[in-house]
């Protein structure tokens, strides 16, 4: 399935809001786990039923919930009741294609964005939605398989490290956002290094190989501006927002990661531009090269047609050639090609042509 536009084909024509699951299953049962804490308090739990999570609602704790797997679309229906959960925000959760962005409802505000990547093998951008629902004691995020991009939020809760344990659900989701963006510039480091790399083969060896080299880095590089443009129109608007989910303690660091993204954008314009630049010099040089070529086949045209010309004519079927019968002519032949060769060698070198 491609990875820029998703197939909506299962949920053409079908009423806006409606829960149809669009892209890949990766995993084969849902997985529901849940963390509970405070500043004095902490809790890691797994759940087998949706409707446990119900309990949570009215806890004087910060709830986290996090639901593995999509496919399950009885599960999120249910999970949208008890959290009154907008369908539309169902809806794009489903969506594995969907682009990034934030939504305000009434009872809670909806993020979703793309966490991305590098797979230093296959040299491409892999990535896997996140879906995030925000209350004012409460986040749930919604991924589409297991994944240890978080595992350090994870530690700091759990050892009660910085200021995550004594802050809301908002920090919480500031601290995700931002492990997400981390991972985008972790991403884009990777293949501005191996673009960085390519520079030198496009100028000493422009190879076949260094060509699908190029064109699979801006293959990714496009990915990824499809990826982060959106993204970092969702932090802007979240850092402007109203909404009194997001308290004001928590809005500096939103401006802080709002550089950050800003930063992510910029530098893959800059990769992008150089690998555009990598391609034309590229295509420069593959030219340059063929001219060579062309160059010295030229010249050996050039030499041969005088030299075929002489032949032709002691080729020719005529009775009567004075020098047929000479005893020196075929050397006398030879002598004159070979100086006509000579002659024309060094007026190639003096007009530079070789």
């Excluded at 699908?212 to 402007?240: D, F, G, S």
């Excluded at 939103?254 to 391609?279: C, G, H, P």
């Excluded at 010295?296 to 009567?320: H, Q």
Aim: hydrophobic share 40%; proline share 3%.
């Amino acid at each position: 399935m491609a990875r820029f536009l998703r197939s909506k084909v299962e949920s053409s024509g079908d009423v806006p809001g409606s829960l149809v699951f669009i892209g890949n299953q990766k995993i084969e049962q849902t997985i529901i786990q849940v963390t509970t804490f405070n500043s004095t308090q902490f809790e890691e739990l797994d759940i087998e039923e949706i409707r446990e999570t119900q309990r949570f609602i009215a806890s004087d704790t910060i709830t986290w919930i996090r639901i593995y797997g999509l496919h399950d679309t009885a599960q999120l229906k249910t999970l949208g009741e008890i959290f009154q959960i907008h369908p539309l925000a169902l809806e794009d959760i489903l969506n594995t294609g969907q682009r990034p962005k934030f939504e305000e409802y009434d009872e809670n505000l909806f993020i979703v964005l793309k966490m991305l990547r590098f797979d230093p093998e296959s040299e491409i951008i892999q990535g896997d939605q996140l879906s995030i629902i925000l209350g004012n004691n409460y986040l749930i995020s919604f991924h589409e398989k297991p994944a240890d991009i978080f595992h350090p939020v994870r530690e700091r809760l759990r050892k009660h490290r910085g200021r995550i344990r004594e802050c809301g659900a908002d920090y919480l989701a500031y601290a995700m956002l931002d492990t997400v963006v981390d991972n985008y510039i972790i991403a884009i480091e990777a293949i501005g290094s191996n673009t960085e790399d390519l520079e030198e083969a496009v100028l000493t060896d422009p190879s076949q190989e260094t060509l699908n080299q190029i064109t699979n880095y801006k293959r990714e590089i496009n990915y990824l501006r499809k990826v982060i443009r959106p993204t970092r129109e969702l932090v802007i608007n979240l850092a402007k927002s109203d909404t009194n989910i997001f308290r004001e303690q928590t809005l500096p660091f939103l401006k802080d990661l709002q550089d950050l993204v800003s930063q992510a954008s910029e530098a893959l314009d800059s990769y992008r531009e150089m690998l555009s630049d990598q391609l034309n010099i590229y295509n420069t040089t593959v030219g340059n090269k063929l001219n060579e070529i062309m160059k010295v086949l030229t010249i050996f045209a050039a030499i041969f047609i005088p030299l075929t010309f002489i032949a032709g004519i002691y080729g020719t079927n005529f009775d009567y050639i004075p020098e047929l019968r000479y005893k020196y002519s075929y050397f006398i032949l030879w002598g004159i090609m070979i100086a006509v060769a000579g002659v024309m060698l060094r007026f190639f070198r003096r007009k530079g042509w070789m």
